[in-house]
């Protein structure tokens, strides 16, 4: 459920009217709901009501926009962060140290000692000298980091391959077959509370059966690592679970999910940590676009809107299909492929697909663009950076602005030896 609605023909954002964030602040732009974000981030927490000692961390790379993250902070949730950027991100929104966790495939030495310098809360250690640089780095701060292994237990997450992270050829966590032998040498380092393991394989995942199948493996794991005379306390399920993009999907609720994990651990006496994005994020944004032109195609006309894939670049890199609706729909239908004014073939949202019928200054929306949306936009073709405005009932307010092709041009420079 969310809150951008058709009210007397017009779509709104909680009860901001889109054609009034167009006029005001421009398109494209991103438009997110805080009633929505709130409403997702209780309906994730209440899914895991049967689990008993739990730490949600946000995964913020989905949406690190500050507002965004202060109405997660507000609503109990710390980060799961990946880079000494997305830190500080979090602890500028108001989210505690301590709430964070920090995953990340290639964390550099000076973002490990920035984690320690800010306290935060947890470190997954994703390979063995990771781990070793990390209690060396602790021990020369006089201070003992808390951290877990990420493990890869070798499931196919049965999602696109870019965005699978769980099979062994995939470069997250050490094998699980490894896990205990790795486990057992950071374990002795000084410097180190190693107290448990993660995971994470893989994001919008359409069915519970890989996740399931991953967890029972790492439930193995916990009771042989007990076995072996670990004190296990802590164990991060990651994220991964999907929404529906397209009328008709019908992803497991975090209902279904909660269910599955209460039962499949309930024997594991740890705090269960998770780290949900497109989950909370996803349905609470769209991106705001305004038709250009409507030109004639070989089979189909093309729809060419103001936005484009370095606003919204998921299609172009996943094939990913995201909704899009008319601001004022009449009604009529048009089969169309909807494309951005960025210079290559890929810059396509939609191939001949049946879409509302809109015409030349029509505005339209993208839904579910409220997790790895903005945050993976770029300037190509030397577009501005697309804003973000956040809605509160009757109001709203430009949470990130519109950044320039002219303010970025101004931070390069002309070598003065080139003449
Ligand atoms: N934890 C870890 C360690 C992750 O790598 C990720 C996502 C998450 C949690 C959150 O996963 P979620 O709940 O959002 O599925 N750009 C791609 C998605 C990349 C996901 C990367 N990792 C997309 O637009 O589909």
Redesign the pocket.
């Given at each position: 459920m969310d809150h951008f609605e058709l009210r007397d023909g017009v779509l709104h954002a909680e009860d901001i009217p889109l054609p009034q964030i167009a006029a005001e602040v421009g398109t494209p732009v991103y438009v997110y709901s805080r009633a929505t974000l709130e409403r997702h981030a209780q309906v994730f927490r209440d899914a895991l009501k049967d689990v008993p000692k739990k730490h949600l961390a946000f995964?913020i790379?989905?949406n690190p926009n500050l507002g965004v993250l202060r109405v997660l902070a507000r609503q109990g949730y710390g980060a799961?962060v990946?880079s000494g950027g997305e830190l500080e991100r979090a602890l500028a929104s108001g989210m505690a140290a301590e709430d964070i966790v920090f995953?990340g495939v290639g964390k550099t030495r000076a973002e490990l000692a920035q984690g320690l310098d800010r306290g935060i809360g947890q470190f997954?250690i994703e390979h063995e000298p990771e781990g070793a640089a990390l209690a060396e780095i602790a021990l020369a701060r006089e201070t003992t980091a808390n951290a877990v292994l990420r493990v890869n237990p070798d499931v196919d997450a049965g999602t696109?391959a870019?965005?699978s992270?769980g099979k062994a050829e995939n470069k997250f966590g050490v094998g699980i077959d490894v896990a205990p032998q790795i486990f057992a040498r950071l374990a002795a380092l000084p410097g180190l509370n190693l107290r448990g393991v993660a995971l994470?394989i893989?994001?919008?995942?359409t069915s519970l059966a890989p996740l399931e199948a991953a967890f029972e493996r790492v439930g193995l794991l916990v009771s042989d690592l007990r076995a072996a005379g670990h004190s296990i306390t802590h164990v991060d399920l990651?994220?991964?679970?999907?929404v529906p993009y397209k009328p008709g999907d019908n992803p497991p609720s975090p209902a279904d999910y909660g269910a599955m994990v209460a039962r499949v651990t309930k024997d594991w006496d740890v705090t269960l940590m998770f780290?949900?994005?497109?989950?909370i994020a996803g349905n609470t944004g769209v991106l705001l676009t305004e038709v250009l032109w409507v030109k004639p195609g070989a089979s189909n006309p093309f729809v060419i809107v103001d936005a484009a894939m370095n606003d919204l670049a998921?299609p172009a890199?996943?094939d990913?299909y995201h909704d899009f609706v008319a601001v004022k729909p009449t009604g009529e239908k048009m089969t169309a492929s909807i494309v951005g004014p960025v210079c290559e073939t890929g810059d396509t949202f939609a191939r001949d697909r049946e879409i509302d019928a809109v015409q030349a200054g029509d505005l339209a929306v993208f839904r579910t663009a409220g997790?790895?949306g903005a945050t993976?936009a770029s300037t190509y073709n030397s577009r501005s950076l697309v804003p973000e405005v956040l809605v509160d009932g009757g109001r709203y307010i430009v949470v990130a602005d519109r950044i320039a092709a002219g303010t970025i041009m101004a931070a390069e420079r002309v070598p003065d030896w080139i003449d």
């Open positions: 995964a790379k989905c799961d990946v995953s997954n696109h870019k965005i992270t994470h893989g994001s919008q995942l990651g994220g991964g679970l999907g780290e949900p994005g497109r989950v998921r890199l996943y990913a997790a790895y993976m």
